[in-house]
């Protein structure tokens, strides 16, 4: 197993002098199968709290964000040396990336709107990306022709009209974190001119807007990734230019660290479970831990951001998102796994190797390409090793955990072999950041293949642009929105229930409970009342995996004065055989039956393919080739209670 040692700094205190800086104070709540206190790299709470040290904001300590002179010797005397045949493969990786003609002698980044009207973000991580390409790679080498590439880029953004703050915060805090360490790393070869332009646009394009609520959205109080990304921007150009703007840069530093707790508390207490998906997840707590990395290198404290309940369990929550054959794509998340490199800071700063899981794996297939690059050497660095061996897979078998959204994920074997199994429940509400209507919907990996679907992200920009042409808005998260008519978003294309061919109630919240981690049996309970609102007096689902067959109970409860028309349907990529008391599924040489039962009438099982055509079913919908939903639809009697088992199983 990798052991990992902090090379420097101990472990971050809670701040005691300001109040609304510090932790909640809530115990976790630890449902049965999730993790326990002490596992996941749980955060020490013995320390003595430390005040804020602002005395190494000097203009003599630059570089001093996330890769200090004294990190960088040891860095390359690591590199040097081969030792770290991981290490090296990531160094090489991004010193090509600088040589590269699109990073070296890149086109000129240009001020341009995209197609919605809303965002130059594509040129903020276009700048970040090459920035902080560059400035590794002459902090590395000390080769100007970097240096020389870097200051015509500081020079172009700097000298755009705005940052567009006023219709994309995004924008601004992202070409911000490139800009600003670009500016810390490269500060003893940049022309005073070139500071001068930077330190200038940071304070009128970044600092102005935020203290004067020029923004589109309150990021200070937003309870999702908005949060963590805006602040990541505005404590890195705080920092960078501290002693060039000392007043507005520790207002702008207060005002953050203060904001910061409002989104670590929603998006991961109490257990870490995080409801905006897979691929905002990076988004959250990579760039929340940036900001904790700075201000404890910088200033001695994180002011008990690391401590906040939940954060030191985000990390295991990522891992359970990766499945067998695919990730847990549930919210507008796409398909295709990803790199995380905020698991990166989870092993330093937690002492917690097991955050790098899959990011070892990742890192030698050479998947870390992009702006996360330079930064994952940085924590690498601080960590005195990375060739120790491989890491080992978590112990625990399921991770379950409430907040903004409720999940249950369940990983039988973490070996990819064909009796590994892999399930992920989704609980919630539809009206949670980037939510869609799939409380109770479920993802299955068997026998290495993936028949449970679920169709994730449709790409914003142009489906923004369609909605708004309608009238509506993309985020609008009220039940009446058009965001809902959206085929991919809506819960008839989702693997979970729908009663009465109705909408999900967005603000009905799925709970989950009752988890079952035994030696034999695996799964939980998701109560699906608040979803349906009238349409029943009670809708429970119960999963049930035990051996190779995954159980999905249903009990309906119709109301007394109505009949509830259930239809159970499931998205898959498999072929399709509809037969008289199943329905069989193939894929990869691999087969799985689907076999429904009731203690009412029979089923009638369905697949809803002749409706759905490879072609939108609206002008603004994608296409979805290759997939099928099938199921079964019943009724429940009007005041009675009805329950359907379904099984999906390698054999009838």
Known sequence: MMVFKKMTGAAAALAAALLFFSCSG??????????????????????????????????????????????????????????????????????????????????????????????????SNDATNRLLHLAYAWRMTGDDKYLDAADQILN???????????????????????????????????????KALVEKAIQDFLFYPAQHKQWNLNFYEAENNWNSWCNCGLVLGA????????????????ASVASCPIAIKAMFSPSGAYHEGYSY?????????????????????????????????????????????????????????????????????????????????????????????????????????????????????IFSGSGQTDLCIIRTLWDKSAQDKYLGIKGGMASSAHGHMDAG??????????????????????????????????????????????????????STLTINDEDHLVKGYASISGVVDTKNELGCTVDLTPVFGEATRSAKRYFSLKGDVLTITDEIQAPKTSQAKVSWRMVTKADVTVEKDHIKLQMNGKTMYLKATSTGPSVEYNTWAASWPTSPLAEYDAANPGVTIVGFNGTVTTGKTITFTTTLSPTL
Not at 239 to 248: D, N, Q
Not at 283 to 300: D, H, M, P, R
Request: aromatic share 10%.
């Open 26 to 123: 809530k115990e976790d709540v630890y449902k049965p199968g999730s993790a326990k206190p002490g596992e996941g790299g749980e955060k020490p709470q013995t320390e003595e709290p430390k005040e804020a040290d602002w005395s190494k904001l000097t203009t003599s300590n630059h570089p001093r964000l996330m890769l200090t002179d004294e990190e960088c010797q040891s860095l390359k005397s690591r590199i040097a040396a081969g030792s770290d045949e991981l290490l090296v493969k990531l160094h090489n990786s991004a010193i090509s990336t600088a040589n590269s003609n699109a990073v070296l002698n890149g086109s000129e980044i240009v001020y341009q709107l995209d197609v919605s009207g809303k965002r130059i973000l594509n040129q």
């Open 156 to 194: 172009w953004v700097c000298k755009f009209p705005d940052w567009n703050a006023r219709k994309h915060f995004l924008d601004p805090s992202q070409m911000t974190i490139g800009v600003a360490l670009a500016y810390d790393w490269l500060y003893k070869g940049l022309s005073d001119a070139t």
């Open 239 to 254: 920092m960078a230019i501290y002693e060039k703007a000392p007043k507005v840069s520790r207002e702008i530093i207060d």
């Open 281 to 397: 997840w990076s988004s959250s707590a990579g760039k929340q831990a940036i900001i904790n990395t700075v201000l404890k290198e910088c200033l001695g404290t994180d002011f008990g951001l690391s401590a906040i309940d939940g954060w030191d369990k985000a990390s295991i929550c990522r891992i359970f998102l990766t499945g067998i054959d695919g990730i847990f794509n549930y919210a507008d998340c796409g398909t295709a796994a990803a790199t995380a490199p905020g698991q990166w800071y989870f092993a330093w700063d937690f002492d917690n190797p097991s955050a790098l899981y899959q990011e070892i794996p990742l890192a030698k297939s050479g998947a870390y390409t992009g702006q996360e690059l330079p930064l994952v050497l940085c924590w690498a660095g601080k960590m005195s090793s990375l060739n120790l061996g491989e890491v080992q897979a978590p112990s625990q078998r």
């Open 441 to 494: 919907s479920f993802v299955y990996d068997a026998q290495g293949v993936r028949w449970s679907y679920d169709l994730g992200l449709q790409s914003y920009t142009t489906l923004e642009n369609a909605i708004k042409q309608k009238g509506g808005a993309l985020f609008d998260m009220n039940q009446e929105s058009l965001r809902w008519k959206v085929l991919r978003l809506n819960n008839r294309f989702h």
